[in-house]
């Protein structure tokens, strides 16, 4: 499913490029294992070891430009993510954010910017928690419609910003 040289996305890393395929005991028990070793490109010198035989589950390809081009396309249409209770916040934003993927990221986007609209209306700032699964969102969502399209990380965040 990957290889050397792919471009993925990690939730916690953002873009990396796979270098390689190492054996490692991480575990302690003297028992080699498969890692994808990930350097992510906006930290080159960072290294992220994911495991092979779960890889799927942690990383995925990054979007192709046609697929970029069509969740700009899209954030007209993308309902804006509903928490109904707020003991399930934190955990739906990590959900989404965790997925990695566009439409999710970008439902919670909507969701954010609706909520932080109430809450300055009503004079009060945005919570930490919205404020920290934002950036994050942000961050992976723009760095991967940015590298994908080639444009600057500030110009995506403009586009979406005005479609939400």
């Known amino acids: 499913m990957f290889e050397i040289g792919d471009y993925v996305l990690n939730a916690t890393n953002g873009i990396c490029k796979i270098s390689e395929i190492v054996e ?12 994808f ?9 960072d290294r992220v070891y994911i495991p092979v035989d779960n ?15 069509a969740v700009l396309d899209r954030v007209p249409e993308i309902e804006a993510l509903a928490v109904n209770n707020e ?12 997925s990695c993927e566009p ?11 609706i909520r932080n ?13 919205d404020e920290r699964y934002g950036k994050m969102a942000e961050h992976n969502l723009n760095a991967e419609l940015a ?4 444009k600057d990380k500030q110009e995506i965040k403009d586009i979406i910003h005005d479609m939400l």
């Open 24 to 35: 490692l005991d991480m575990s302690g028990d003297k028992q080699l294992r498969s890692y």
């Open 37 to 45: 070793l990930l350097r992510p490109v906006e930290e080159e010198n």
């Open 55 to 69: 890889a799927d589950k942690r990383i995925r390809k990054v979007i192709t430009q046609d697929e970029a081009q």
């Open 87 to 98: 003991k399930e916040r934190e955990t739906r934003y990590k959900e989404a954010v965790r």
């Open 103 to 113: 439409d999710s990221v970008i439902s919670l986007l909507k969701c954010l910017h």
């Open 117 to 129: 609209e109430q809450r300055a209306q009503a004079g009060k700032k945005a919570t930490a928690v």
């Open 147 to 150: 590298f994908v399209l080639e």
